[in-house]
């Protein structure tokens, strides 16, 4: 089992940044691809961002490209992403996830084992 706790969220003004931080504890988190999606309310889940079990390998949503930075420090057993350039529609409740598995299909949902509780993000036009 992978226990998850992401922080980091907060009010945020339009062309902002904030970074967001997940802290894992259980098993050997640099064993585990971590992962970051969103949800808005009324809304499915959606992909953000992904990054492979030593960092070294990352995969984005078309939508944050270039303005979203995923990565991860396994000695901290944490999982960030770094946002800037903020928009309003960057505004939902983010959440981390976690799986032993990094490859196809990373965007989605059912491929995640292990997800975090969320921390909510709002920007501000």
């Known amino acids: 089992q992978v226990q998850l706790v992401e922080s980091g969220g907060g009010l945020v003004q339009a062309g902002g940044s904030l970074r967001l931080s997940c802290v894992a504890s259980?098993?050997?988190?640099?064993?585990?691809?971590a992962g970051w999606f969103r949800q808005a309310p009324g809304k499915e889940r959606e992909f953000v961002a992904a990054?492979?079990?030593?960092?070294?390998?990352?995969d984005y949503a078309d939508s944050v490209k270039g303005r979203f930075t995923i990565s991860r420090d396994n000695a901290k057993n944490t999982v960030y992403l770094q946002m800037n350039s903020l928009k309003p529609e960057d505004t939902p409740i983010y959440y981390c996830?976690?799986?032993?598995?990094?490859?196809?299909?990373?965007?989605?949902?059912?491929?995640?084992?292990?997800w975090g509780q969320g921390t909510q993000v709002t920007v501000s036009s």
């Open positions: 996830a976690a799986d032993p598995y990094f490859g196809r299909h990373v965007d989605k949902t059912d491929r995640w084992d292990y």
């Open positions: 259980g098993r050997t988190f640099s064993s585990y691809a």
């Open positions: 990054v492979s079990w030593g960092g070294g390998t990352t």
